[in-house]
């Protein structure tokens, strides 16, 4: 199936969120990787292509986004919805880069300032809001180079690789975020 752009990027596009069969094919891929998958919660998760088709296909309250480079690979995932108190104009961003090949280039920032502008401009958001676990430095990096800081931790939130990890909140306001 053809990538269709939704958001042009300089590096990467967001594209419109892909349900067939080779799409799937790699998100189960991506979400059975350990290198992925203790960063975004199913560190205990052995997830099949059904259950990932279930996923890709049910999901209806976040708008969804697939990260493609610009010959067209797909790399990884983002997403952004409101959150539980919708009214409040608060939105919620998640990424993951599910290729290895499309990590430390760039396209995680990028893709970040991307969903953030859209959740400003087209969402009306007054608040971002997103959660990283505390271990994963390169993440937090990229989000506060997209203009995000901290605002809470929750203690021991996370198990992974035996042991238990913090979970940093991180939130923009509208009136901080600088659109480049």
């Not at 480079?69 to 939105?91: I, Q």
Request: hydrophobic letters at 35%; a neutral charge; glycine letters at 8%.
């Amino acid at each position: 199936m053809k990538n269709i752009v939704r958001l042009a990027g300089k590096k990467i596009d967001l594209c419109v969120f892909r349900t067939d069969p080779e799409a799937i094919e790699l998100y189960t891929k991506w979400i059975n990787d350990k290198s992925i998958n203790m960063w975004v919660g199913h560190n205990v998760v052995c997830q099949s292509f059904s259950e990932t088709e279930d996923w890709a296909k049910s999901d209806k309250s976040k708008i969804r986004f697939n990260i493609v480079n610009k010959e067209g690979k797909l790399v990884g995932n983002c997403d952004c919805g409101r959150r539980h108190y919708a009214s409040f104009n608060t939105v919620g961003l998640g990424i993951y880069i599910g290729e290895a090949d499309g990590r430390n280039k760039g396209y995680g920032t990028e893709a970040i300032k991307m969903l953030v502008k859209f959740a400003f401009t087209e969402l009306n958001a007054h608040r971002v809001t997103l959660n990283v676990v505390a271990d994963n430095v390169r993440a937090i990096k990229c989000y506060t180079k997209a203009g995000f800081t901290q605002n809470g931790v929750a203690h021991d939130e996370v198990y992974y690789n035996g042991k238990f990890h913090d979970l940093i909140s991180m939130e923009i306001l509208r009136d901080n975020w600088e659109e480049e």
